[in-house]
């Protein structure tokens, strides 16, 4: 079943939001100091790409709670908006809504991803 469903998902959201976490990591990669969060990108891209069957455990501690403040200032807005933006249309059909909730799972991680390992 999580094979349907990440086909769909790819076909509907995935292809977007994964390139967009993409091209952040493209974006972090540019300079020395920014490697660490675009490698970081690069992982949430493929969980973009393919997220269902797949859980997003929180953690951390105080350097990755710096780096979620750095990263939202610089790149986590626009990826949180995007993935809202495309849940609540996915949940205006029934058929859509485990969609969307999977476009909320991502957009809540992009708020704050260090420190977040996927299981």
């Known amino acids: 079943?999580?094979?349907?469903?990440?086909?769909?998902?790819?076909?509907?959201?995935?292809?977007?939001?994964?390139?967009s976490w993409f091209v952040a990591g493209l974006f972090w990669c540019i300079t020395i100091v920014g490697i660490p969060i675009?490698?970081?990108?690069?992982?949430?891209?493929?969980?973009?790409?393919?997220?269902?069957?797949?859980?997003?455990?929180?953690?951390?501690?105080?350097?990755?709670?710096?780096?979620?403040?750095?990263?939202?200032?610089?790149?986590?807005?626009?990826?949180?908006?995007?993935?809202?933006v495309n849940g609540l249309i996915l949940c205006c059909t029934i058929i859509g809504i485990p969609f969307g909730l999977q476009c909320f799972k991502m957009a809540k991680l992009a708020l704050m991803p260090f420190g977040a390992t996927v299981v």
């Not at 069957?53 to 610089?74: D, I, M, P, Q, R």
């Open 1 to 19: 079943m999580s094979f349907l469903g990440n086909l769909l998902w790819f076909i509907f959201c995935g292809l977007w939001q994964g390139l």
């Open 38 to 84: 675009g490698v970081q990108c690069f992982k949430f891209a493929s969980l973009a790409f393919f997220p269902f069957g797949k859980e997003v455990v929180y953690g951390g501690g105080t350097l990755s709670t710096l780096a979620n403040v750095f990263w939202l200032l610089l790149s986590g807005i626009p990826l949180a908006l995007e993935a809202v």
